[in-house]
């Protein structure tokens, strides 16, 4: 078992930066593929950002690349998201969530196996 928590989200202007946390306890941190989540009021959970065990290689989704950054400290068992330049757009709950599984599709959250509650993040305009 793996518990998540979220932390971070707030109310920023567009252009604004804000620094997702997610605290984890339980499985060995390490052993998790950990990936953010976002879903906007009527639409689906888009994926948004995520790292590798051991916080090498990252991806992210088109709409926030070169502005959004994730990281993960093994030691602190938290993984982060630096989120720069903020737009309108981005509003949403914002969701950590960590795969066991080597056969993890970092884009599906269906190959998940651990959620956190979620934090809001609102731009505005």
């Known amino acids: 078992q793996v518990q998540l928590v979220e932390s971070g989200g707030g109310l920023v202007q567009a252009g604004g930066s804000l620094r997702l946390s997610c605290a984890a306890s339980?499985?060995?941190?390490?052993?998790?593929?950990m990936g953010w989540f976002r879903q906007a009021p009527g639409k689906e959970r888009e994926f948004v950002a995520a790292?590798?065990?051991?916080?090498?290689?990252?991806y992210y989704s088109d709409s926030v690349k070169g502005r959004f950054t994730v990281s993960r400290d093994n030691a602190k068992n938290t993984v982060y998201l630096q989120m720069n330049s903020l737009k309108p757009e981005d509003t949403a709950v914002y969701y950590c969530?960590?795969?066991?599984?080597?056969?993890?599709?970092?884009?599906?959250?269906?190959?998940?196996?651990?959620w956190g509650q979620g934090t809001q993040v609102t731009v505005s305009s």
């Open positions: 339980g499985r060995p941190f390490s052993r998790n593929f």
């Open positions: 969530a960590a795969a066991s599984s080597v056969n993890v599709r970092m884009g599906n959250p269906d190959t998940y196996d651990y």
């Open positions: 790292v590798t065990w051991t916080g090498v290689t990252t």
